[in-house]
Nanobody, 118 residues
């Protein structure tokens, strides 16, 4: 069983930055594929970014966030993945979720709210 916990959400002005954290426990982190998703009010959940330990393309982003968001793994705390969000826009407002995949099973966190408004 893998436990996933997100943190770091909050309110920020347009153009501002936030860093989300995702801590996974209960598994060898090196084998986990970690992804960030988000869900805005009234919309479906959408994929934002992925970090894979084994894929040839280790990191990838949705077009809507490419160049503004950065996913990374903490080399000191290898069970932690971050999502650095810069140049935030009001349309980035959503609940952000972290997902871990292990052996075909998905494990979701509870989500953290990000609000971008003047």
């Amino acid at each position: 069983q893998v436990q996933v916990v997100e943190s770091g959400g909050g309110w920020v002005h347009p153009g501002g930055s936030l860093r989300l954290s995702c801590v996974a426990s209960g598994s060898d982190f090196i084998t986990l594929v970690m992804s960030w998703y988000r869900q805005a009010p009234g919309k479906e959940r959408e994929w934002v970014a992925v970090w894979s330990p084994t894929s040839a393309v280790r990191i990838n982003y949705a077009d809507s966030v490419k160049g503004r968001f950065t996913i990374s793994r903490d080399n000191a705390h290898k069970n932690t993945v971050y999502l650095q969000m810069d140049s935030l826009k009001p349309e980035d407002t959503a609940v952000y979720y972290c997902k871990a995949i292990k052996q075909g099973n998905e494990y979701w966190g509870q989500g953290t709210q990000v609000t971008v408004s003047p």
